[in-house]
């Protein structure tokens, strides 16, 4: 930033460490929206300094700064090179928060294997509902694409996720995601995991004939899903969590 | 690589093959406009500038300026136009004239490293444009005709071209600093003059390894729908390797294809300049982004 000093209208001179908790926090949701890495990184560390818990910085900071990328996403003011860019600095920050996070035993968001069926090559979209999810602080395995029963089987085994999100991008693969499910079911495994289903060509109507929990039309709606069935699942899970602490 | 690099006292714009293309706003020029060539002669330069800043606001990064009026003091209206347009924007100014008189006196007072538009192969011109544009450590135009017109054999344009800078060299101008202006002709009145273009245009770029520039509305001459033609010229001219061209920033059809030409070849990082150019603005009334109290960082260049 310092080439940017006292040119323009001087807007760049916001110095992290001066500010108080709540205009960082402020600041750090607006860097956030900029996709500003290295400044999440420093936020994020200022406000790890000033003994917040990594699990208060993580929500209030980085996934308060990412839902508000999402809305603007959803209602098309954002584009996807801006919230690739927002993901990216929200890794910036996740990268610091994420082995204190697992030393602190903090509450999950919840985990998603995510891949693209067997037969498609696509991935765009995979890759931007991943990164919505990590900055909504999910943790995301992603298998990439073109996978089989077998991977999907492998990934779910040995992640064991809360939640399996599947896309395809061609009406000739997405029938896969039915094969899928059934294998699921075959297994007495499907009401492990949350099935998420999403895809240009793809339906609720679809999503509901392959047995999948819902159709997320989007990333930003994705994540907004993927928020609603982890927090049902984590009601009935709750007493468990309180006993594991 | 190759870098033309352009400058008003406080602003640099690089002309290259891996930076985004470089519109230059023709806007400023009395040829066929009644109105504003009788006002500069009268001493009346409103017009020029509200031309200036309607160019800028469309973006070009550069400003062509000419003063060329019949029967009029050029090089004094030409130097007070270049005067002003420098007090209003810090766009470097590409200094158009056919009459040498006219580009010393716009030399003479302006700022920066400016772009003298033009010399030809024309030895009289070459020997009397290009000391000129050494002594001012200026960048030039370079037109691919000679005394004996304009080919229509791009073989023989390209060779002009050659010329060009190899007596540019002579007088210790760098080719980095000669624009080469491959004259377009009128797809309209020979079909191959697309082709021909695209074809100089690369070699140019590949064999003397210079940067190139065009009026790119002469592709369209007596044509229908014209600012479309000279849309689809440009992208493939960009794709073909011209860096910059002298045109009307205030059509968006071509604005449009240069802007869309930028990121197809790579020098937009992240869609950014095509993003603020077309994103929608925020509806009368609404906050300007969900929840967010307007931005206080902007994002980074």
């Given amino acids: 930033m310092a080439e940017n000093d006292g040119q323009v209208d001087g807007e760049d001179d916001v110095v992290l460490a001066e500010l108080n908790d709540a205009d960082l926090v402020a600041q750090m949701h607006d860097d956030l929206y900029d996709g500003l890495a290295d400044e999440i990184a420093e936020g994020t560390n200022i406000l790890l300094q000033r003994d917040w818990e990594p699990y208060k910085v993580l929500t209030e900071a980085l996934v308060e700064g990412m839902r508000i990328v999402g809305i603007d996403f959803r209602d098309g003011i954002l584009f996807?090179?801006?919230?690739?860019?927002?993901?990216?600095?929200m890794k910036a920050g996740m990268a610091i928060l994420r082995p204190l996070l697992a030393e602190s035993g903090a509450p999950r968001m919840g985990k998603i294997v995510i891949g693209t069926v067997k037969g498609d090559i696509h991935d765009i979209g995979k890759n931007l509902v991943g990164m919505m999810m990590e900055g909504a602080g999910f943790e995301v395995i992603d298998i990439g694409i073109n996978n089989d029963?077998?991977?999907?089987?492998?990934?779910?085994?040995?992640?064991?996720?809360?939640?399996?999100?599947?896309?395809?991008?061609?009406?000739?693969?997405?029938?896969?995601?039915?094969v899928v499910v059934e294998a699921l079911k075959e297994k007495g495994i499907r009401n492990d995991y949350i099935v998420l289903v999403g895809g240009a060509p793809l339906n609720e109507e679809f999503a509901d004939n392959v047995g999948a929990d819902a159709y997320c039309r989007d990333a930003a709606i994705s994540v907004e899903i993927a928020k609603e069935f982890m927090s049902k699942r984590q009601g009935s899970a709750a007493a468990v969590g309180m006993a594991a602490q | 690589m190759t870098r033309t690099v352009l400058s008003s006292a406080t602003k640099e714009v690089v002309i290259g093959f891996d930076v985004p293309f470089v519109v230059i706003g023709e806007r400023i020029n009395p040829t066929g406009r009644k109105l504003l060539a009788a006002e500069m002669k009268v001493g009346d330069y409103s017009r020029v500038e509200a031309?200036?800043?309607?160019?800028?606001?469309?973006?070009?990064?550069?400003?062509?300026?000419?003063?060329?009026?019949?029967?009029?003091?050029?090089?004094?209206?030409?130097?007070?136009?270049?005067?002003?347009?420098?007090?209003?924007?810090d766009a470097p100014i590409s200094i158009d004239s056919s009459i040498i008189e006219a580009l010393e006196a716009g030399l003479a007072v302006y700022k920066g490293k400016a772009l003298v538009n033009s010399v030809t192969g024309e030895e009289e011109v070459l020997e009397r444009v290009l000391p000129l544009v050494a002594k001012h450590g200026a960048a030039v135009v370079a037109i691919s005709n000679d005394e004996t017109g304009i080919s229509e054999d791009p073989d023989e344009r390209f060779q002009v071209a050659r010329k060009i800078v190899e007596r540019a060299a002579d007088f210790g101008i760098s080719h980095e600093d000669v624009v080469v202006d491959p004259l377009i002709m009128p797809v309209g009145a020979m079909d191959s003059a697309g082709t021909s273009a695209l074809n100089l245009i690369r070699r140019l770029r590949e064999e003397l390894k210079v940067n190139t520039t065009c009026g790119a509305s002469n592709v369209s001459f007596g044509l229908p729908n014209r600012h479309y033609m000279n849309a689809a010229f440009l992208s493939m001219a960009i794709g073909a390797g011209m860096t910059s061209a002298i045109t009307n920033p205030l059509h968006e059809p071509e604005m449009a294809a240069v802007r869309g030409a930028d990121v197809v070849m790579g020098h937009d990082p992240n869609c950014r300049a095509w993003i603020r150019a077309y994103r929608e603005p925020p509806a009368e009334g609404e906050e300007g982004r969900g929840g967010r109290r307007g931005g206080r960082r902007r994002r980074q260049a």
């Fill in chain 1, 149 to 178: 029963v077998d991977a999907y089987l492998t990934a779910l085994d040995e992640h064991q996720p809360d939640i399996l999100g599947m896309s395809a991008l061609l009406t000739t693969t997405m029938p896969y995601m039915k």
């Fill in chain 2, 51 to 89: 031309d200036a800043l309607a160019q800028i606001r469309a973006g070009a990064q550069m400003l062509d300026v000419n003063a060329g009026i019949p029967m009029a003091d050029e090089p004094r209206i030409l130097a007070k136009c270049i005067q002003l347009v420098q007090s209003l924007t």
């Fill in chain 1, 80 to 89: 996807v090179p801006e919230v690739l860019q927002s993901a990216n600095a």
